[in-house]
């Protein structure tokens, strides 16, 4: 398959909703492989696709400073690392675990008083990545209610240890399975579980305080 027409198969893929599941990972394969050829169009479709995901994973364990700072890392990151990626169908787990890293290396920062890193030198990078659409933004014009919620969801995330808030965020709110968490965090499946159970009580009396009962 020609890179232009694994670029333009995936465009399609992505406005039909219809698309098989099947046919979506075999294109999203043409385009890994593409980028680990260098071939910067094609990261910028895996970019669009991922983006969203990644920022939602990096605000839930890192709040909103330095959000965009640290998506971009996490994509620049990704983009030097994929010409190493020999299992290319798990690059979903891979990027949350670069995600994952991303939080761990701007928690150890903050804990230590660092300086907060300038990503002034990559811009052009992600201003390509974005092409002049403003992907970051989820909604124009934001419900209340919805942002009420989505403080108070914050908060509870912040009472939680890192390790907790975790396996909440990419369990619970990423919808990511127990497997593919054990992996990310790289820790036994047996200790998301463990992690899971005490982080949901910890939320529950959390919410339970706010008044809202569950």
């Given at each position: 398959?020609?890179?232009?027409?694994?670029?333009?198969?995936?465009?399609?893929?992505?406005?039909?909703?219809?698309?098989?599941?099947?046919?979506?990972?075999?294109?999203?394969?043409?385009?890994?492989?593409?980028?680990?050829?260098?071939?910067?169009?094609?990261?910028?479709?895996l970019y669009q696709r991922y983006q969203q995901r990644v920022r939602s994973t990096l605000y839930q364990l890192c709040g909103k400073s330095l959000l965009d700072d640290l998506v971009q890392e996490v994509f620049l990151r990704a983009w030097k690392g994929l010409p190493k990626l020999k299992k290319t169908k798990y690059f979903a787990t891979w990027l949350y675990r670069i995600s994952w890293n991303v939080a761990t290396d701007q928690r150890r920062k903050l804990a230590k008083g660092r300086d907060k890193t300038s990503f002034n030198e990559k811009s052009?990078?992600?201003?390509?990545?974005?092409?002049?659409?403003?992907?970051?933004?989820?909604q124009d014009t934001p419900d209340l209610m919805h942002l009420h919620y989505q403080d108070l969801v914050q908060r509870g995330l912040n009472n939680l240890?890192?390790?907790?808030?975790?396996?909440?965020?990419?369990?619970d709110l990423e919808d990511l399975p127990q497997k593919q968490v054990a992996e990310i965090l790289d820790v036994p499946v047996g200790t998301v579980k463990?992690?899971?159970?005490?982080?949901?009580?910890?939320?529950?009396?959390?919410l339970e305080q706010q008044g809202i009962s569950l």
């Open positions: 398959m020609s890179q232009m027409l694994a670029q333009e198969q995936a465009i399609k893929a992505d406005k039909e909703t219809e698309t098989s599941v099947q046919t979506k990972q075999e294109l999203e394969q043409e385009l890994i492989l593409l980028c680990q050829q260098g071939d910067r169009q094609s990261f910028r479709l052009w990078d992600y201003e390509q990545l974005n092409q002049g659409k403003n992907l970051s933004n989820i240890s890192f390790d907790h808030r975790a396996v909440l965020v990419l369990h463990s992690r899971l159970f005490h982080a949901r009580n910890l939320f529950k009396k959390f």
